[in-house]
């Protein structure tokens, strides 16, 4: 199947600094990504879509200037989580469809674990 | 809002024993996937259903797709602790590619 890899797969920050984590489709293009959040043992919550060339489109309750997404090229999308704190910690996770539209299977990225101090 | 329901939410069984987990909506899918996912990674598809009644068998895990299409089962024959981890399931609707993640059910197989 389809690869998507993220970077890094673990982060530690102190409070108020920015994260970026980014996401890679690695053998073929992805027009939309999704971004998720997992809390332990639980199951993912879709933070938001991530479109490339166009602004995404966050989900409710996901705030958008404090997690900024940009997709700027077809293999590339990335989530900054700007002046982090601690409730900020979790594992973030990226998907990347591969297909045609309505046919489309979701690859997921290994992750990123952050936490912030 | 298209809501998946998982059951059970947690199992613990033996090693050697069989299991189904449950996917149930009020929703129509047009596809359905289920997933496993183990700490500290990403899920990873195991099967995707698309028709109305299909099942599909994956060595000992058997998934089934509802005939109105809102709900799913896997079923897993004789256990063994390598099964354990997070399983989900996952629909999609129409041509959107967002889809709709159900709680999840922790399994734990027991040597």
């Known amino acids: 199947g389809a690869v998507v890899s993220q970077h890094p797969s673990w982060v530690i920050c102190k409070s108020g600094t920015s994260v970026k984590i980014e996401c890679r489709s690695l053998?073929?293009?992805?027009?939309?990504m999704f971004w998720y959040r997992q809390f332990p043992k639980q199951s993912l919550m879709l933070m938001a879509t991530?479109?490339?060339?166009?602004?995404?489109?966050?989900e409710q309750g996901v705030e958008k200037d404090k997690f900024l997404i940009n997709h700027a090229s077809l293999t590339l999308s990335t989530l900054t989580v700007t002046s982090a704190h601690p409730e900020d910690s979790s594992f973030y996770i990226c998907?990347?469809?591969?297909?045609?539209?309505?046919?489309?299977?979701?690859?997921f990225g290994p992750g990123t674990r952050l936490l912030v101090l | 809002t298209q809501l998946l329901e998982q059951s059970p939410q947690f199992l613990s069984i033996q090693e050697g024993e069989n299991l189904t987990v449950y996917c149930n909506s009020s929703?129509?899918?047009?596809?359905l996937q289920w997933y496993r996912q183990e700490p500290g990674e990403g899920p990873v598809l195991l099967v995707t259903?698309?028709?109305?009644?299909e099942v599909k068998k994956l060595k000992r895990l058997t998934f089934q797709f509802g005939d109105a299409r809102k709900d799913s089962s896997l079923h897993i024959t004789a256990a063994q602790p390598g099964d354990t981890g997070l399983y989900l399931c996952?629909?999609?609707?129409?041509?959107?590619?967002?889809?709709?993640f159900g709680s999840g059910t922790q399994l734990t197989v027991l040597p």
């Open positions: 998907s990347a469809g591969e297909g045609a539209r309505g046919e489309e299977t979701q690859y």
């Open positions: 053998d073929f293009q992805a027009t939309t």
């Open positions: 991530s479109n490339e060339g166009s602004k995404a489109t966050y």
């Open positions: 929703s129509v899918f047009s596809s």
């Open positions: 259903v698309v028709t109305g009644g």
């Open positions: 996952a629909g999609a609707s129409g041509s959107a590619r967002q889809l709709t």
